[in-house]
């Protein structure tokens, strides 16, 4: 093993006892009753009994908002929106999804009405109000079953990123979506080595790098590995059915706040005319952006120009 390799693997471990350390809220942390749940500095525990880890940037008195993950990542991944609005005055506030990141790995209640009302919990634990809802991917879903289950009262605006909504999967009444089959090898995949699906997805068409002229980078690469492994294997098994046979429009038709749609026209996660093209259409006043060229991933290949379209958004 030479010098980086060895230095690599240090790193990681680092990280993982880091990791684990964290995900488990110390014994004597003080927690508070609110609106039926509890928080503390830096965790949330819902009324199901879910250990929620969130991240509050920025100065409190700044306008909110709010950022949900996509699979099977974590708050970490929208480091880099969270710190470029931060530092404009913003109050950012992104949570670990249940079973994923930091947060506990229920077995049961990973489902979008479950991770609707985990956001609803950060959002009373915390007590935001006028709060702008990003979402990326399941993330979007996440935000658009929130509004369709808990309304706009706490919300000002809401953004998709490259979202699920409003429906993935290929049904009599949805005849363009991802055929079931897709999703039955992701499954499968899943439990055969999650691991290697994880590396798969993010090295090749996540971030766009199995495009010609590509440039792939190590670091995304291992960035999206890692997240993908603090979740629980449960957890983002059963995510895959919440994010893809989900059905979104129902909700979407609830939405009585200025939206934001952004997609790239190269996703090959979530393909762009059934996703974005149509939740601008059934959102009334929707605004849809289109990246050309972008993957998926575009909340990294394109976030100097996303967090510029943020902000321009939130300063509307």
Known sequence: MNTLNRALTLAALTLATAVAAEASPAAGLKT??????????????????????????GPRNGQVVTFSHG??????????QMMFLASKGYRVVAHDRRGHGRSSQPWEGNDMDHYADDLAAVLEALDLKDATLVGFSTGGGEVARYIGRHGTSRVKKAVLVASVPPLMLKTDSNPDGVPLEVFDGLRQASLDNRSQLYLDIASG?????????????????????????QAGHKNTYDSITAFSATDFREDLKKFDVPTLVIHGDDDQIVPIDTSARASAAIVKGAQLIVYPGAPHGLADTHKERLNQDLLNFLQQ
């Open 32 to 57: 508070a009753a609110v609106t039926g749940s509890e928080h503390s500095e830096s965790y949330i525990t819902t009324k199901d009994g879910v250990s929620l880890y969130y991240k509050d940037w």
């Open 71 to 80: 699979w099977p990542l974590n708050s970490d991944s929208w480091e880099s």
């Open 205 to 229: 068409p996540f971030f766009g790098y199995n495009r010609a002229g590509a440039k792939p980078s190590q670091g995304l690469i291992k960035s999206f590995w890692v997240q993908g492994m």
